[in-house]
């Protein structure tokens, strides 16, 4: 989808007061819906908002995991902005989430990724991406399902950590979770992107107008 836009914050009008899980809504400071470049090629999925990125309504920003990758991303050419930035200048990258709310004492549960979906659904097919970056073991399985022919259970993100996995219609690339992974991590990722996706036509994963 290549549609001139004026905001990179949900882009796509989503419902920014969503009720779907009434578990989260008396939790939650605000629904954090996608952002960035609705042309993108490469897509960013975590599991849920962080704490700070529920703050500023922009998903993997803030101190911590956040500002780790928006530094990644910075040093492969997509967000031209400082790593603290609460509102990224990105290109060719959007960033989201599996779920849009944070609950402040535990992880999402299956039904509330299950009722969050037809967001991530949407996302997915407007942006039309090349590449997925699947941050964390659960964004990992959850693409698995849904993108892949191989068994949930035969992903590890440990071992599959900067590697790339064909997908239907394009490829994932595993992240570890930012808010442990280490310089060493970080700069493994970073040069598996440069050296093995950036270094070639990614666009060969599936037929795509060109830009």
Known sequence: MDATQEEFANPFAMDPDCENCPELCGRRDRVVHG?????????????????AAEHNGVPFTGEGGGERVQSIFAELGFVRSP???TEPDVQNVFFTNLTRCRHPDREPTDEEVTTCEPFLNAEVRMINPQII?????????????????????????????ATTIRGRGFEIVPMYDPDSMTDAEATAFIEHMRENVLSRDYRQTKGRRSR
């Open 83 to 85: 790593p603290d930035a």
């Open 35 to 51: 952002y960035g470049d609705v042309g993108a090629e490469f897509l960013v999925v975590g599991e849920r908002p962080t704490s």
């Open 133 to 161: 970056v699947a941050v964390g073991e659960r964004a990992l399985r959850e693409l698995a399902v849904a993108y892949t022919t191989r068994r949930p259970d035969s992903f590890d993100v440990e071992a599959e950590h």
